[in-house]
T-cell receptor, first 115, second 113 residues
């Protein structure tokens, strides 16, 4: 499968624990995005990378959230000291540099449940 | 800056047409349309760039009115497979692309036999 891959698909964690998610984008895509989606809402932008550089981070994100893309390939999203409000679907997407003919491909997401 | 989608939900019988609208209060560089089925990832449908273009494939098409900062998605002769939640994602015109999409709350489309 050559699409965007996310791992794990589901994560249940206790409040206060740290969690880390991984995203493997389509290999030739240099842009990678993280979104969060809650029930009945559209995806909400969290952060985005161009190659290994993190170019923007949502002001809605607290300091408990951090993302990396160390070699411009896969990316990780870490949430420290999880809270119940962090429960959501975390989506990763990737796209190419071509602005006129690009599309963002989404992965299947990681569903986080904080209990 | 979140775009506003309308209607929130629509129910069709197979073969009927539907229009989903997306509007923004900001000048837009592009509009992206996605469809998401329950429990699945959003799937890209099409992108429209400023310049007022219209696109389509099969029986799904879209337009982008740059002056009004509005986009519409047209589904004609709907099929059962069209059921899902449709999202528009908008990219603000900041003198070019800023690569960040802001999504609307979605329109739930249900197509019945």
């Amino acid at each position: 499968d050559t699409g965007v891959s996310q791992d794990p698909r589901h994560k249940i964690t206790k409040r206060g624990q740290n969690v880390t998610f991984r995203c493997d984008p389509i290999s030739e895509h240099n842009r990678l995005y993280w979104y969060r989606q809650t029930l009945g809402q559209g995806p909400e932008f969290l952060t985005y990378f161009q190659n290994e550089a993190q170019l923007e981070k949502s002001r809605l994100l607290s300091d408990r959230f951090s993302a990396e893309r160390p070699k411009g390939s896969f990316s990780t999203l870490e949430i420290q000291r999880t809270e119940q409000g962090d429960s959501a679907m975390y989506l990763c997407a990737s796209s190419t540099r071509d602005r006129r003919n690009t599309e963002a491909f989404f992965g299947q997401g990681t569903r986080l449940t904080v209990v | 800056q979140q775009p506003v989608q309308s209607p929130q939900a629509v129910i069709l019988r197979e073969g009927e047409d539907a229009v989903i609208n997306c509007s923004s209060s900001k000048a837009l560089y592009s509009v992206h349309w996605y469809r998401q089925k329950h429990g699945e990832a959003p799937v890209f449908l099409m992108i429209l760039l400023k310049g007022g273009e219209q696109k389509g494939h099969d029986k799904i098409s879209a337009s982008f009115n740059e002056k009004k900062q509005q986009s519409s998605l047209y589904l004609t002769a709907s099929q059962l497979s069209y059921s899902g939640t449709y999202f528009c994602g908008t990219e603000i015109d900041s003198g070019g692309s800023n690569y960040k999409l802001t999504f609307g709350k979605g329109t739930l489309l249900t197509v019945n036999p």
